[in-house]
Nanobody, 112 residues
């Protein structure tokens, strides 16, 4: 069974930075993050594919950077210039063999 282990997150002031990491196993085709704020739906944030291509939500472009250490099956989400509206639970996901697996989620809180 594939498990994704997330780390990072926490409390930061507006304008600050945080880094999330997500480690999986197996032959991973893509890794990325969604986020869910209280009372809202889960929204796409960023993804990095095995070939290195990336996509970002418009709301985080230019502020967030997704990267990957293939040897360690780990993806990273560097979040800079954080805003209070970035506050949410961030869920890592990985696509392996056509299936999507999810991490347990990590809280990111940005204070104004």
């Amino acid at each position: 069974q594939v498990q994704l282990v997330e780390s990072g997150g926490g409390l930061v002031q507006a304008g600050g930075s945080l880094r999330l990491s997500c480690t999986g196993s197996g032959s991973i085709d893509a890794m990325g993050w969604y986020r869910q704020a209280p009372g809202k739906q889960r929204d796409f944030v960023a993804v990095i594919r095995s070939g290195g291509s990336t996509n970002y939500a418009d709301s985080v472009k230019g502020r967030f950077t997704v990267s990957r250490d293939i040897a360690k099956n780990t993806a990273f989400l560097e979040m800079d210039s954080l805003k209070p509206e970035d506050t949410a639970v961030y869920f890592c996901y990985a696509i392996i063999g056509g299936f999507t697996y999810w991490g347990q989620g990590t809280q990111v809180t940005v204070s104004s």
